[in-house]
């Protein structure tokens, strides 16, 4: 989908190359995460592909075409574009300012309305209780809400994200990052973000590019990054609590085997549906780390796993998280 | 001749002469922020285009007014003419100085994020710039304006009208109640015209500041 071909950019005046000598593949609808610290070149390589910037040597292909090629204004019509700040114009209401490319494509006023509407109900702002409000009167959840739904407005192949978090605190981030992955689903967009968090990169990515000093040291999915750091530099991003932070990324779907092996196992007392009186519960989508916890929470090594309408679906003991993430690999197979 | 005493007897004159100086004030300022606006729009593509125009701008208002009128005079007469000019001259400062201020104090991450999404210069400027520089550019034209009602005086000296004639003949005459006359009305017009824009710049402000 967006392919980066030994590609380098110089500033005039800059003691090292921002971006140096870049090959990077990114798959039509994944999610690929930019992580490093500070000045490692990640929003230099973000604003070549939208042309923001102009590669000093080396090709940039969308789609297999040059994007030199490309006319910048139709190139970046088609290319969703969200900053850390947001850049909403203030002058201009929430529906405005989501409106604001499918009326520069001159789109049918009842269109554009039906558009806006369907877009705030897919970042969840009632469009009636926001449409027509001012920037100013939104927190920084909802003006990151507005701002997604401003890059979805013209249904762009690609969305480019730089720190599209970093003005949240914590528990809103979360929040968000939670709820932009529930709508990633329903859209499909082909996704670059750039971030400084590994958590959140780990969180987000189907791929990570660490990148230092605008080179990528390793681009590979989260689990492989975790497990296998390729570099001492990636090992020290990725930080403590490795073992951890792999739990997270396993669900407890991927986890669970039969009850009836559990049965034979420990040779307990089971209740009609198929667990022990009292015994606790968690839902298919928490992860290793949630069933973890809960495991501590009770002091039993064992608990059961429910889909949303509580049917036990499987069991999940502790042995199973211990090996989850001493063989990561194998886990993920299943 | 005292001042009520002057007004009854020359009230003819008085409306004349209040016509006179407005027409001039308001075709000076209609020019001026026209002109003003282009340019301060103008050099905000370039910034040491903006550099020269701003120091040009400052040195036409760094002149005393009434030399900038003589120095009018051998080219363009005694006259409206010279008025005209010499008022655009000299309040081109304040309007070009905050069109361009307000456009380049505009957060630069909204301009960013209308670049980023694909927006085209001329949409960025008429759609995000000149709404965003609006209030900075009414305030402008409300010094601007003051100014030009106040300077427009000068006009009386130069055989353009205006209620200046008011205050120089009078000043001749040693009439207390033509300067009076003059000057009072000079300066409600100014104050009036002061609190029309003040309000008009209020409602721009509510509109457009973010
Ligand atoms: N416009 C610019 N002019 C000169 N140097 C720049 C410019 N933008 C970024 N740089 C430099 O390029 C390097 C990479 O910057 P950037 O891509 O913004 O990094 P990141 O987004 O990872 O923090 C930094 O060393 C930064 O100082
Ligand atoms: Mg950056």
Redesign the pocket.
């Given at each position: 989908m967006i392919r980066f071909e030994n590609v380098s950019k110089w500033?005039?005046?800059?003691?090292?190359d921002?971006?140096d000598n870049l090959s990077l593949f990114i798959n039509e609808g994944e999610i690929c995460v930019l992580v490093?610290?500070?000045?490692?070149?990640?929003?230099?390589?973000?604003?070549m592909i939208n042309k923001l910037i102009e590669p000093s040597s080396g090709t940039i292909y969308l789609d297999g075409q040059n994007i030199e090629t490309l006319d910048t204004l139709t190139l970046r019509l088609n290319i969703g574009y969200i900053i850390q700040e947001i850049g909403l114009f203030p002058h201009m209401t929430v529906a405005e300012n989501v409106a604001t490319i499918p009326v520069e494509l001159g789109w049918k006023p009842l269109r554009i309305k039906a558009r806006v509407e369907e877009l705030l109900d897919l970042v969840d702002l009632d469009p009636r209780l926001f449409g027509r409000k001012k920037p100013r009167e939104l927190n920084a959840s909802q003006k990151l809400r507005v701002g997604i739904a401003r890059a979805l407005a013209a249904n762009p192949m690609i969305m480019l994200m730089?720190e599209p978090f970093g003005a949240l605190d914590p528990v809103a981030r979360t929040r968000m990052q939670d709820e932009f992955l529930t709508i990633h689903q329903k859209i499909h967009k082909t996704i670059v973000l750039?971030t400084?968090d590994i958590d959140e990169a780990i969180r987000m990515g189907d791929r990570i590019a660490v990148?230092r000093n605008?080179r990528v040291l390793q681009f590979d999915t989260p689990r492989e990054i975790l497990s296998h750091p390729a570099d001492p530099f990636v090992s020290e991003l990725i930080g403590d609590r490795k073992a951890l932070k792999l739990m997270n990324l396993i669900s407890c779907a991927q986890l669970m085997h039969d009850v009836s092996e559990f049965r034979q196992t420990w040779n307990r007392d089971f209740k009609a549906g198929g667990t022990l009186p009292g015994a606790s519960t968690i839902g298919m989508q928490a992860t290793a780390q949630d069933a973890l916890a809960e495991m501590f929470r009770t002091g039993e090594r064992f608990l059961f796993v429910e889909d949303d309408s509580h049917q036990v679906q499987g069991v999940i003991e502790l042995d199973d998280l211990f090996k989850s993430v001493s063989q990561g690999d194998d886990a993920r197979k299943q | 001749m005292d001042l009520v005493g002057f007004l009854a007897s020359r009230w003819q004159a008085i409306l004349q002469l209040t016509a006179e100086h407005l027409v001039i004030v308001v075709t000076a300022m209609a020019i001026s922020v026209i002109l003003g606006v282009v340019i301060g729009i103008a050099i905000t593509f370039n910034r040491a285009a903006a550099r020269i125009v701003l120091k040009f701008a400052n040195l036409m208002m760094t002149i005393p007014s009434l030399a900038l009128f003589a120095l009018l005079i051998p080219v363009l007469g005694l006259g409206k003419a010279s008025a005209i000019v010499g008022l655009v001259a000299y309040t081109q400062l304040p309007l070009i100085r905050t069109v361009y201020a307000g456009i380049m104090t505009i957060d630069s991450t909204i301009i960013v994020a209308a670049r980023g999404m694909g927006l085209s210069d001329r949409t960025i400027l008429f759609k995000i710039k000149v709404p965003l520089a609006l209030p900075a550019v009414m305030a402008g034209i409300r010094t601007a304006a003051v100014m030009g009602i106040g300077i427009g005086a000068i006009a009386g000296y130069i055989g353009a009208g205006g209620l200046g004639v008011f205050i120089f003949q009078g000043i001749n005459r040693t009439s207390d109640g033509m300067v009076l006359t003059g000057a009072i009305i000079l300066s409600l017009i100014a104050i009036l015209t002061d609190q029309v824009l003040g309000q008009v710049l209020g409602r721009v402000q509510r509109r457009f500041d973010p």
């Open positions: 500033y005039p005046g800059g003691v090292a921002a971006v490093g610290s500070s000045g490692c070149g990640k929003t230099t390589t973000m604003k730089d750039v400084h990148m605008g | -």
